[in-house]
């Protein structure tokens, strides 16, 4: 079965633009997950949703943001881009239901943002 | 809080030599604990997992971690290294709800010939 799809798979933006990333889950995962990879600070967790409701959030700022819809599909937005914000954004599924621990994280091959 | 260090930035073997990637651990609570692979211009594939079943945890392509709580580690070993796990090794801990996961800052492996 296909696995987890992340649109666009390279992105080039001005600063002070926004964007927007797609990603879908595998079929049947119900929560989607999103990191942001960057040299300096590595992969560092931004949110989780489940059943289109955000469940979990990392410590990144309010131009953050993102959303899942009924179908699973979840879209991540960041406005007002800053440099910093170049980096690999990966999008991850799960069952949703249990725990990590008894579940299993699917990624997907990322999008890699670009900002100049 | 809970945090993983992985104590080797990059990590040179010959190929056929053993593998050893080192990562402790730091957590409040009782962890989930993993190893992630991430190859170049793929997505990170999961190696194995604790979650407070057996200590000797099995994973993919020939890869074992060991669970030590004593020691708060969770060393991830390979008995014969191949040139196809060169790649970057990513120890990771679950988040106390777990459903988050937080990265250690990830171990570069080369295999040379």
């Known amino acids: 079965k296909a696995g987890v799809t992340q649109t666009p798979r390279y992105l080039i933006k001005t600063r002070g633009q926004q964007v927007t990333l797609s990603c879908s889950p595998i079929?049947?995962?119900?929560?989607v997950s999103w990191y942001q990879q960057t040299p300096g600070q590595g992969l560092q967790f931004l949110f989780e949703?489940?059943?289109?409701?955000?469940?979990n959030k990392g410590n990144f700022p309010g131009r953050f943001s993102g959303r899942q819809f009924s179908n699973s599909r979840s879209e991540m937005n960041v406005s007002t881009l800053e440099l910093g914000d170049s980096a690999l954004y990966l999008c991850a599924s799960s069952l949703g239901g249990a725990s990590l621990r008894d579940t299993e994280a699917f990624f997907g091959q990322g999008t890699r943002l670009t900002v100049v | 809080a809970q945090s993983v260090t992985q104590l080797d930035s990059h990590v040179s073997v010959s190929e056929g030599t053993p593998v050893l990637l080192r990562c402790n651990y730091s957590s409040s609570y009782s962890p989930s604990l993993f190893w992630y692979v991430q190859h170049p211009n793929k997505g990170l594939q999961l190696l194995l997992k604790y979650t407070s079943a057996a200590t000797l945890v099995k994973g993919i392509n020939g890869f074992e971690a060991e669970f030590k709580k004593s020691e708060t580690s969770f060393h991830l070993t390979k008995p014969s290294a191949h040139m196809s796990d060169a790649a970057e090794y990513f120890c990771v801990v679950s988040s106390s709800s777990g459903y988050a996961l937080n990265f250690g800052k990830g171990t570069s492996l080369l295999v040379t010939p």
């Open positions: 949703y489940f059943s289109e409701t955000q469940r």
């Open positions: 079929s049947g995962h119900r929560s």
